[in-house]
């Protein structure tokens, strides 16, 4: 009886800090399923942004003392910068001029952004080191009866949360959201309707990477020591299932996939121990393919 | 012996639209089927249907007296049925002769040898008057001349009965004579069967011996080239009621 | 005569075939030095030609090759260090383990398009890696350690029979009827469905021989380093070193695969002493650069700036 009760107990902690993860994992995925369903660009360089988010925290932290938290709207100035350079630099070269995204188009930015994500992944290694590093952040915690709850966990998830209801809002009760949302449907449409279309793949593209840096520094709170240059090898295929799983270009979507994949990680692996339980995760994604290709959702 | 494809009692539904409502329509080889009816009323579905590009949601799809609708499309074109695309689909790194030789190697002619097959799309080629373009890029074609390439690659594949999609769509008056004519010379030539997807209906009615006419999904009509022309509902359905009411 | 024009036809093929030859006949010569880097140069070469199968031939973008290599490696060291298998029958297991699994993934993930096909083999493969970790017969993540000697001439022979069995294959399957319909289905699957192609049956196919050969040489890398163990034997880089081999080389030539493989050893070779992982960075913007600058790779911008060029390599 004892046995079970623990049991109880693991499984009811796991599903609270797998809620917690599932939000902080939405907000990151919400990053690739912008760009992706924006401007059909599935950016495999994706889990190097969120390296570079958390590395961005870490040095603030570091060298100014910058609370975790307060990391996150710098880190998404720098990823708005980032994100209208990398559009320019790289998409806009390929996307320019284009009626449709067409799958050879998607394979050449597929492509060109795994290159990226290489060379990142690896520069980063030699000048930040391959050290595990964290940062030391505790905001205290809550007790509800046998549950210790971190609050900062709470916290980056409510904030992910926050974050992801701002982009719906943004992208459906906006300008700015019409103009990105009549771009993805139909790009010669949006032109006749007078949207710059590379203006709005831009911003679009600008938008994704500020949120997905923001996320990288939220994650510095729930891993005490998970900053890492290769750490983005984790987070990328994650966001693919998440994406996947919730449907690319649904907003909401990326918060049920980053439940999903939150839960089934921090319960599953109560069971099945941590590599079964990413295994079972990451595997998700094939029978979602297979059987609700538009994603779970309806 | 020859073929027939026929669709019985086909429905076939898009989410919460209906696209083909109980619509039955046969082609045999050898004769010219029109099908005509306003932009999306279905015609394109019914012709993906028929290929295996799409499976119905309800009713059959029979070929030479078996079932052959949930077959995967490229069976059917085994069997001697071949569809063409709205939008023609060259392969576009390849030559126009490349492009007509995959035909003759994977359709229903079981041509192994790729220099036999490549004879067989010279021959093609030659009958459809593309063979002074064999060794260009199918990039660099006109979309007019696309368009004889997608015709001539279903050819190719030995199909005995063609669905063909809107083939004459955006052709000039002249244009449409010649294509008209080239349509004819290589049907008598070969004696295929062809069910003729078309919304401009001059070019249906001319080569057409039978001519069924939907309209949102619904079969409203059905008959000889002239019978159809008369038909109160077809012309209610193309000019409007107004149209209907005075031709009456 | 006939063996006149038959090298007038096929130059790249009997080039290549020269290059093999002149290999062999040297190889009891080579100092062991530099024996050691060619056998690692012809290990790269073959896991290019390995990708080129699928990701040159059909346009499919594989992430996950390393599940072949992976399974293969473990299979090796399975039948070599349990049942005390010769080597060299672990290298047909380590095949025959990549051809069954390129069969089953390819089966389900090559319905998959595009960039879904892509994220369904990277997941599979971290997938199978995390499995292979818990599995206590294959040493419980800690690896099967074999100590069986250095031999690097039968290595060499080895990667060689391996890489010459895969160039001509590759000459057979691109220049027949199967080579036809490879590459319509390259430029568009459901118009050369449309005309009868068997996509489905012509992808596993060619998917089947990328898993096989993808095994062996896995089997052949963990023979040279005499053992067994889950991070290199799954490492993920090995997926992106050989994509990265076909995109700089030029997807779906004959020669492109051997030349991306120089392209990609050499900088590896290097920065070994130098600063490691530094070369990922120079392989990294190669690959962006010939994504977005010259796609069609090597050997495609050679064919298409130097004219002389066109007919004799592909």
Same mark, same amino acid.
């Given at each position: 009886?004892?046995?079970?009760?623990?049991?109880?107990?693991?499984?009811?902690?796991?599903?609270?800090?797998?809620?917690?993860?599932?939000?902080?994992?939405?907000? /990151?995925?919400?990053? #690739?399923?912008?760009?992706?369903?924006?401007?059909?660009?599935?950016?495999?360089?994706?889990?190097?942004?969120?390296?570079?988010?958390?590395?961005?925290?870490?040095?603030?932290?570091?060298?100014?003392?910058?609370?975790?938290?307060?990391?996150?709207?710098?880190?998404?100035?720098?990823?708005?910068?980032?994100?209208?350079?990398?559009?320019?630099?790289?998409?806009?070269?390929?996307?320019?001029?284009?009626?449709? /995204?067409?799958?050879?188009?998607?394979?050449?930015?597929?492509?060109?952004?795994?290159?990226?994500?290489?060379?990142?992944?690896?520069?980063?290694?030699?000048?930040?080191?391959?050290?595990?590093?964290? /940062?030391?952040?505790?905001?205290?915690?809550?007790?509800?009866?046998?549950?210790?709850?971190?609050?900062?966990?709470?916290?980056?998830?409510?904030?992910?949360?926050? /974050?992801?209801?701002?982009?719906?809002? #943004?992208?459906?009760?906006?300008?700015?959201?019409?103009?990105?949302?009549?771009?993805?449907?139909?790009?010669?449409?949006?032109?006749?309707?007078?949207?710059?279309?590379?203006?709005?793949?831009?911003?679009?593209?600008?938008?994704?990477?500020?949120?997905?840096?923001?996320?990288?520094?939220?994650?510095?709170?729930?891993?005490?020591?998970?900053?890492?240059?290769?750490?983005?090898?984790?987070?990328?295929?994650?966001?693919?299932?998440?994406?996947?799983?919730?449907?690319?270009?649904?907003?909401?979507?990326?918060?049920?996939?980053?439940?999903?994949?939150?839960?089934?990680?921090?319960?599953?692996?109560?069971?099945?121990?941590?590599?079964?339980?990413?295994?079972?995760?990451?595997?998700?994604?094939?029978?979602?393919?297979?059987?609700?290709?538009?994603?779970?959702?309806? | 012996?020859?073929?027939?494809?026929?669709?019985?009692?086909?429905?076939?539904?898009?989410?919460?639209?209906?696209?083909?409502?109980?619509?039955? *329509?046969?082609?045999?080889?050898?004769?010219?089927?029109?099908?005509?009816?306003?932009?999306?009323?279905?015609?394109?579905?019914?012709?993906?249907?028929?290929?295996?590009?799409?499976?119905? %949601?309800?009713?059959? @799809?029979?070929?030479?007296?078996?079932?052959?609708?949930?077959?995967?499309?490229?069976? !059917?074109?085994?069997?001697? @049925?071949?569809?063409?695309?709205? !939008?023609?689909?060259?392969?576009?790194?390849?030559?126009?002769?490349?492009?007509?030789?995959?035909?003759?190697?994977?359709?229903?002619?079981?041509?192994?040898?790729?220099?036999? &097959?490549?004879?067989?799309?010279?021959?093609?080629?030659?009958?459809?008057?593309?063979?002074?373009?064999?060794?260009?890029?199918?990039?660099?074609? %006109?979309?007019? %001349?696309?368009?004889?390439?997608?015709?001539?690659?279903? *050819?190719?594949?030995?199909?005995?009965?063609?669905?063909?999609?809107?083939?004459?769509?955006?052709?000039?008056?002249?244009?449409?004579?010649?294509?008209?004519?080239?349509? %004819?010379? @290589?049907?008598?030539?070969?004696?295929?069967?062809?069910?003729?997807?078309?919304?401009?209906?001059?070019?249906?009615?001319? !080569?057409?011996?039978?001519?069924?006419? !939907?309209?949102?999904?619904?079969?409203?009509?059905?008959?000889?080239?002239?019978?159809?022309?008369?038909?109160?509902?077809?012309?209610?359905?193309?000019?409007?009621?107004?149209? &209907?009411?005075?031709?009456? | 005569?006939?063996?006149? =024009?038959?090298?007038?036809?096929?130059?790249?093929?009997?080039?290549?075939?020269?290059?093999?030859?002149?290999?062999?006949?040297?190889?009891? +010569?080579?100092?062991?030095?530099?024996?050691?880097?060619?056998?690692?140069?012809?290990?790269?070469?073959?896991?290019?030609?390995?990708?080129?199968?699928?990701?040159?031939?059909?346009?499919?973008?594989?992430?996950?090759?390393?599940?072949?290599?992976?399974?293969?490696?473990?299979? +090796?060291?399975?039948?070599?260090?349990?049942?005390? +298998?010769?080597?060299?029958?672990?290298?047909?297991?380590?095949?025959?383990?990549?051809?069954?699994?390129?069969?089953?993934?390819?089966?389900?993930?090559?319905?998959? =398009?595009?960039?879904?096909?892509?994220?369904?083999?990277?997941?599979?493969?971290?997938?199978?890696?995390?499995? $292979?970790?818990?599995?206590?017969?294959?040493?419980?993540?800690?690896?099967?350690?074999?100590?069986?000697?250095?031999?690097?001439?039968?290595?060499?022979?080895?990667?060689?029979?391996?890489?010459?069995?895969?160039?001509?294959?590759?000459?057979?399957?691109?220049?027949?009827?199967?080579?036809?319909?490879? =590459?319509? $289905?390259?430029?568009?699957?459901?118009?050369?469905?449309?005309?009868?192609?068997?996509?489905?049956?012509?992808?596993?196919?060619?998917?089947?021989?990328?898993?096989?050969?993808?095994?062996?040489?896995?089997?052949?890398?963990?023979?040279?380093?005499?053992?067994?163990?889950?991070?290199?034997?799954?490492?993920?880089?090995?997926?992106?070193?050989?994509?990265?081999?076909?995109?700089?080389?030029?997807?779906?030539?004959?020669?492109?695969?051997?030349?991306?493989?120089?392209?990609?050893?050499?900088?590896?070779?290097?920065?070994?002493?130098?600063?490691?992982?530094?070369?990922?960075?120079?392989?990294?913007?190669?690959?962006?650069?010939?994504?977005?600058?010259?796609?069609?790779?090597?050997?495609?911008?050679?064919?298409?700036?130097?004219?002389?060029? =066109?007919?004799?390599?592909?």
């Amino acid at each position: 009886m004892a046995d079970a009760s623990v049991i109880v107990a693991q499984v009811i902690f796991g599903l609270i800090r797998g809620i917690l993860l599932g939000c902080v994992f939405a907000l /990151i995925a919400l990053g #690739l399923n912008l760009v992706w369903g924006i401007a059909k660009v599935v950016n495999i360089a994706h889990g190097e942004l969120v390296m570079l988010g958390a590395y961005g925290a870490y040095f603030l932290n570091l060298f100014l003392g910058f609370n975790p938290l307060l990391t996150a709207p710098i880190d998404a100035a720098l990823g708005l910068a980032a994100g209208l350079g990398f559009y320019f630099a790289i998409l806009h070269r390929e996307l320019r001029g284009k009626e449709a /995204i067409t799958l050879q188009s998607e394979m050449v930015t597929l492509v060109a952004t795994f290159g990226l994500s290489l060379a990142i992944s690896n520069l980063a290694n030699i000048a930040f080191t391959g050290n595990f590093v964290g /940062i030391p952040f505790d905001a205290g915690s809550i007790e509800i009866g046998f549950l210790q709850i971190p609050l900062a966990g709470i916290y980056v998830a409510v904030l992910s949360v926050v /974050i992801i209801s701002l982009t719906h809002v #943004l992208l459906n009760r906006t300008y700015l959201g019409n103009a990105i949302r009549a771009y993805s449907q139909d790009i010669p449409a949006a032109k006749l309707m007078g949207i710059n279309p590379t203006a709005v793949a831009a911003i679009g593209t600008g938008l994704a990477f500020a949120v997905t840096m923001a996320g990288g520094a939220f994650l510095t709170t729930l891993f005490p020591t998970g900053i890492n240059p290769y750490m983005g090898a984790l987070y990328a295929p994650i966001s693919y299932v998440i994406v996947v799983l919730g449907g690319p270009g649904r907003m909401w979507g990326s918060l049920v996939g980053g439940l999903t994949l939150g839960i089934v990680i921090d319960v599953g692996q109560i069971f099945l121990g941590v590599e079964i339980a990413y295994a079972v995760a990451f595997l998700l994604l094939i029978p979602v393919l297979l059987l609700r290709p538009e994603g779970i959702l309806r | 012996m020859t073929i027939t494809i026929a669709a019985v009692e086909v429905h076939k539904r898009f989410g919460g639209v209906l696209a083909l409502r109980d619509v039955s *329509i046969s082609v045999a080889e050898g004769q010219v089927v029109g099908l005509i009816g306003p932009n999306g009323s279905g015609k394109s579905t019914l012709l993906n249907v028929m290929a295996g590009v799409e499976r119905p %949601t309800a009713g059959r @799809v029979v070929l030479d007296g078996k079932r052959v609708d949930g077959l995967p499309a490229h069976r !059917i074109v085994e069997r001697g @049925v071949a569809k063409t695309h709205q !939008i023609p689909r060259p392969f576009l790194g390849m030559t126009t002769e490349d492009n007509v030789t995959v035909a003759a190697l994977y359709g229903s002619w079981k041509v192994r040898d790729p220099g036999a &097959a490549r004879e067989q799309a010279r021959k093609v080629l030659n009958l459809i008057g593309l063979d002074g373009q064999a060794d260009a890029l199918a990039a660099s074609l %006109t979309v007019q %001349t696309r368009k004889r390439l997608e015709f001539g690659r279903a *050819i190719a594949t030995g199909a005995r009965i063609l669905l063909l999609d809107e083939i004459f769509a955006g052709l000039s008056p002249d244009e449409l004579r010649e294509a008209i004519r080239l349509f %004819t010379h @290589v049907q008598e030539e070969i004696g295929f069967g062809a069910l003729v997807v078309e919304h401009v209906m001059p070019a249906v009615l001319t !080569i057409s011996e039978h001519v069924v006419v !939907i309209e949102e999904g619904r079969k409203i009509a059905a008959g000889t080239p002239s019978e159809v022309v008369r038909d109160p509902n077809v012309i209610e359905a193309y000019l409007g009621t107004e149209a &209907a009411r005075a031709a009456t | 005569m006939n063996f006149g =024009r038959l090298l007038r036809s096929a130059p790249t093929l009997w080039g290549l075939a020269g290059f093999l030859v002149v290999l062999a006949v040297w190889g009891p +010569w080579i100092p062991t030095f530099v024996l050691t880097l060619l056998i690692n140069l012809l290990l790269f070469a073959s896991l290019a030609y390995s990708m080129n199968f699928i990701a040159g031939l059909t346009g499919y973008v594989s992430f996950g090759h390393v599940v072949f290599m992976g399974t293969g490696a473990y299979a +090796w060291g399975y039948v070599v260090g349990t049942f005390g +298998w010769h080597p060299l029958a672990g290298i047909v297991a380590g095949a025959a383990v990549g051809l069954a699994l390129a069969l089953g993934i390819g089966s389900v993930a090559l319905r998959f =398009r595009g960039v879904y096909f892509a994220i369904a083999t990277l997941v599979t493969a971290l997938a199978a890696r995390n499995i $292979i970790l818990v599995i206590p017969a294959l040493g419980d993540g800690q690896g099967i350690i074999l100590n069986l000697g250095f031999e690097p001439l039968t290595w060499f022979y080895t990667i060689w029979v391996i890489l010459g069995i895969q160039v001509g294959l590759t000459y057979w399957v691109t220049h027949g009827r199967i080579g036809y319909g490879l =590459r319509a $289905i390259k430029s568009d699957e459901d118009a050369a469905k449309a005309l009868g192609v068997d996509a489905a049956r012509l992808k596993l196919f060619v998917f089947a021989f990328s898993g096989l050969f993808a095994g062996a040489a896995g089997a052949l890398n963990v023979w040279t380093l005499s053992g067994v163990f889950p991070e290199p034997a799954f490492d993920l880089l090995f997926s992106l070193q050989m994509l990265a081999m076909v995109i700089i080389g030029g997807m779906g030539t004959l020669l492109g695969p051997l030349l991306g493989a120089v392209a990609v050893y050499l900088p590896h070779n290097y920065f070994l002493t130098v600063a490691v992982g530094a070369e990922f960075i120079v392989i990294g913007i190669l690959v962006t650069f010939f994504a977005l600058v010259v796609p069609q790779g090597i050997v495609g911008a050679l064919r298409r700036y130097v004219p002389t060029l =066109r007919g004799i390599i592909e």
